[in-house]
Structures are given as structure tokens and as C-alpha cells.
């Protein structure tokens, strides 16, 4: 597997981080996108642990990025992307936030439920089939079944969805419980919001209305700490904006006027 890839020319300015954790590849269409007007990473996480994943993206920035950089975290990836920011501010040009998860834990209860209720009957039926491989101590295929179940809560996530490709590289269970297992308790314990005091660079976040992870999570906890922060809802929009019939274009003009308004 290719830990990184890269799109348009030098210098690479901005870096798209991926969700999951554990699901990379996902970012490719977007890096695709932003890359006719500068040159864009898509670094590939594969470390199952928080650390192990800060000192990778780190690596690969300082290797091939422009710094500071753009990093424009998705989900997974924008949580990520906060903690690197607050790990090493001056390696941060600006910090975007796409349908981020929820900064403190009040706001996260009832995001799992939101997913299975939009399930109709027929999905319902495969979530118990793969969830309870996933629960599984003897199950061989876990890596299979996390990505299956990716995509199948990935049509709860969506309000209108164009046809599009999941481009998913190669799923990793191992990955998604051991990252998500040190998120949880770092957000329970208060410690993932209090980051945002050592975060120094503007911070846009990026959410849809439709989004199964509430903008409340995002948006008011964020208010709190962060100097320089603006937040912007997307209508009609589910957790990935760029998917979205109603939404795809407001997105990347949002992206194109952010990037370029730090080139200035």
C-alpha cells in the first residue's frame, strides 16, 4: 500500500486527511478537485494509535509539504487534523474541519442511533449481520466486514447523493478500534476540547445539516477556545459535502476561497 499520494504540481500546499479511522482513500476525488489550482497531499494513515498517527502525518508533511500547510481534515481526519494543530502550531498554515465528529461527549450519544434509524428494513438486516462480526473474537474477516459497514452507514450519511465512486484503498478494523478507542476517551475526558487552547492557526469548519454527527458538537464547543474560528452549515447536506447534489458546489467554493485567501 502507497502511504501517500500526490495531485497537481509543487509546492504542495495543502493536505486532505482522511476519515475512519482506518477507511483511507476516501479524500481522493476532493485532492483531485482542489488540485487545478494547487498541489494537494493525501497522506494514508496506518498507525492504531493516536501518537502513531500524529508522528505519521508529521513525517509526511515535513517530507513533501510546503510549510506551513493547509490541512483540510474530514471526519476522523478533522479531529486528527485538530490534535496535530495543536501538537505542532507552526507546522499549520489553517485548519479546515469537513463533518468533523463532536468535540465533547454530550454531543456524540446520539449519533449511532440518527445512522440506524434512517436504515431501511433490508440494511437494518445486514448492519446486525456485520456488526456482529465486528464483535467477533474468532471472526477472520473483520477487515471486510468494517468496510462493508462503512458503506452501508454511508447511505444514512447522505441527503441526495450524486453517483459517485467509494474509493476506498484497504479497510483496517485494527486501525478503527485502536484509533477510536483513544479518541473516545480523550474527548470523555474533556482533554480533546482542551487542545484547542495550543491550536494558533484560523479554523473553518465545514458541516452539512443532514449530517448524522451534529453541528451543534462542532460548532459550540469550538467557539469556546478557538481565537479564530468560523463555521459554516451547508443545507440539504449530509456528511460528505462533495457527494452532495445540493451542496458539491458551495463546498469547493468555500475550499478554493480558503486556500487562496491564506495564499494571499
Known sequence: MTYLRKYGNSPFTTAVIHGGPGAPGEMASVARELS????????????????????????????????????????????????????????????????????????AVNISSTRISRLEEEDWENFRSLDG?????????????????????????????????????????????GVWGEAH????????????????????????????????????PLSGVLKDFRFFLLEKCGHRPWIEREAKEKFYELLEKEIHKQAI
Open 36 to 107: 487545478s489550482f494547487t498541489g494537494i497531499l493525501e497522506p494514508l494513515q496506518t498507525k492504531a494509535t493516536i501518537e502513531g498517527q500524529v508522528k505519521e502525518l508529521r513525517s509526511v508533511l515535513e517530507e513533501h509539504g510546503a510549510l506551513p500547510i493547509n490541512l483540510i481534515g474530514f471526519s476522523w481526519g478533522a479531529i486528527l487534523s485538530f490534535i496535530f494543530a495543536a501538537r505542532y502550531p507552526r507546522l499549520v498554515k489553517k485548519l479546515i474541519l469537513v463533518g468533523s465528529g463532536p468535540y465533547e461527549e454530550r454531543y
Open 133 to 177: 462480526v465486528l464483535n467477533s473474537a474468532t471472526a477472520t474477516n473483520r477487515n471486510e466486514a468494517f468496510c462493508s459497514l462503512g458503506k452501508l452507514l454511508s447511505k444514512a450519511d447522505t441527503y441526495d447523493p450524486l453517483p459517485h465512486e467509494i474509493e476506498l484503498i484497504k479497510c483496517s478494523y485494527e486501525v478503527f478500534k
Open 185 to 220: 476517551t480523550l474527548r470523555s475526558s474533556g482533554k480533546l476540547l482542551e487542545l484547542g487552547t495550543k491550536v494558533k492557526c484560523p479554523v473553518v469548519a465545514i458541516h452539512g445539516d443532514y449530517d448524522p454527527h451534529p453541528f451543534d458538537g462542532v460548532k459550540e
